[in-house]
């Protein structure tokens, strides 16, 4: 837009389509811009345009706002310019200021709404229950970092945003991540890992965590990769778990095994030891059976009673003898 402001009441002597479209419906020529346009009073631009057209100094505006009343009672239009405001003069003496103006609007709200994606996406990644981060560019320039990501790598964002991946955490710089990384960005193909186990520092120390992530590629608007997207979960308390689970039914499996050799043992040896009794008992049976026969009509004392209790006895390992042994034979004789 170009126009062409007279004396210091800016009157407007020339002004080309442009400028009257911003202006539609309205009579401009000769008039005062504050006059037919008091939204330009009343938001500085012409106060701009007297300190422009009184010292002489050019003045450069950049994506200025401007909110102009319409016609028919439709609600106001935000523009935004950039304008060069430069006093021409006539036999040495101000006659006026010329004005050269650029409607930026479309590029100021596009600017603004990618911002506002900008923003969205960064309160997407801070809220995210996973760890979230983009590497951009060949050195893996760490571009975001959620809390997440940060709690992985035991650093806070300060030391790693704007700083190349590897330099930032020098300790994975040779465990295979970098490799991983470059093949996603040569074949543009994600790449899933599970439970890899990994070496980072925590409280100065280094620590192993395994975790869960996905390294995938991310293009501009030509196709070409310019950053890899990581999106990762730490898994090193449930592979903890499942290890020390592991480790505790081996033990068990062993505690399982000796209890078992002890009871077949132990089976043995009351099998062994029944059937060697047998014939002992059997024996003193006899003897006893011999007594009575050459002992007849003892009548009562103490030598009857002896002998009946010895005979109790023996009937009593007999029972014993007599219930162990089937038992225990299954046992001893199962096959394994």
């Excluded at 100021?108 to 709404?113: D, G, P, T």
């Excluded at 014939?279 to 004392?301: C, D, H, K, S, T």
Aim: hydrophobic residues 40%; aromatic residues 8%.
């Amino acid at each position: 837009m170009i126009a062409l402001l007279r004396g210091p009441q800016h009157r407007i002597e020339f002004y080309n389509a442009a400028f009257q479209r911003l202006f539609p419906s309205r009579e401009l020529h000769g008039r005062p811009l504050g006059e037919v346009a008091p939204e330009t009073a009343s938001q500085g631009f012409v106060g701009l345009l007297d300190g422009v057209y009184h010292t002489g100094v050019t003045y450069f505006g950049t994506e200025a706002p401007l909110l102009m009343e319409q016609p028919s009672g439709q609600p106001p239009k935000i523009h935004y310019f950039n304008f060069t405001y430069q006093r021409f003069e006539e036999d040495g003496q101000p006659a006026g200021v010329s004005v050269f103006a650029y409607d930026v609007a479309e590029q100021v709200l596009a600017r603004r709404e990618r911002e506002t994606q900008r923003q969205r996406q960064q309160e997407l990644f801070e809220q995210a229950p996973v760890a979230m981060g983009v590497f951009t560019g060949p050195d893996y320039v760490v571009e975001v970092c959620n809390p997440g990501l940060q709690a992985i790598w035991g650093r806070p964002a300060a030391q790693v945003l704007g700083r190349p991946l590897f330099e930032a955490l020098s300790e994975v710089r040779d465990q295979g991540f970098r490799e991983l990384l470059d093949a996603v960005r040569a074949t543009g193909k994600p790449y899933i890992a599970h439970e890899m186990p990994g070496r980072v520092l925590r409280h100065g120390e280094l620590a192993t965590v395994y975790l869960n992530f996905v390294y995938h590629p991310l293009r501009d608007a030509h196709g070409t990769i310019t950053a890899v997207a990581a999106v990762a979960t730490d898994v090193s308390e449930q592979v903890a778990a499942r290890q020390s689970l592991a480790e505790a039914n081996t033990g068990l499996t062993a505690a399982n095994v000796q209890l078992i050799r002890t009871n077949v043992d132990l089976d043995t040896f009351i099998y062994t030891a029944s059937h060697d009794l047998k014939q002992p008992i059997a024996n003193i049976e006899g003897l006893l059976n011999v007594l009575r026969e050459e002992l007849p009509n003892l009548g009562p004392g103490l030598v009857p009673t002896l002998l009946d209790m010895m005979q109790r006895s023996v009937e009593r390992f007999q029972l014993t003898i007599g219930q162990l042994t089937p038992a225990v034979g299954a046992t001893v004789h199962a096959p394994a």
